[in-house]
Nanobody
Framework: VQLQAFGGGLVQAGGSLRLSCAAS????????VAWFRQAPGKEREFVAA????????YYADFAKGRFTISKDNPKITVYPQMNGLKPEDTAVYYC???????????????????WGQGTQVTVSS
């Protein structure tokens, strides 16, 4: 599956952005999907994930209470809604997908087989 991420941009601190990740197959029905981010000079880190069965969601501590990941109907696009953005949220955001991801690997960058090209999010102070 090929992924396309979009929706990034420049926003002031405290603002909101909604990113989107679309699958070339037309649906994420059979894939676990996650978002990661990478700031300059830092390693790629987990942001949020949504499971294919049941839609359980998981968040990094910094995302809890501010970010919400969801799928639309019929599961074509996965959105993280990001509120209360901070300058430290500035990064390239990537969506990732995997077919057989085990639960314990949800936050593991190396566990995902498919990646989108990334979308830049810049938060100004």
């Amino acid at each position: 599956v090929q992924l396309q991420a979009f929706g990034g941009g420049l926003v002031q601190a405290g603002g909101s952005l909604r990113l989107s990740c679309a699958a070339s197959t037309g649906t994420f029905r059979n894939y676990h999907v996650a978002w990661f981010r990478q700031a300059p000079g830092k390693e790629r880190e987990f942001v949020a994930a949504i499971r294919k069965n049941g839609g359980a969601t998981y968040y990094a501590d910094f995302a809890k209470g501010r970010f919400t990941i969801s799928k639309d109907n019929p599961k074509i696009t996965v959105y993280p809604q990001m509120n209360g953005l901070k300058p430290e949220d500035t990064a390239v955001y990537y969506c990732a997908a995997d077919y057989g991801l085990i639960l314990s690997s949800t936050r593991d960058v190396s566990a995902y087989d498919y990646w989108g090209q990334g979308t830049q999010v810049t938060v100004s102070s």
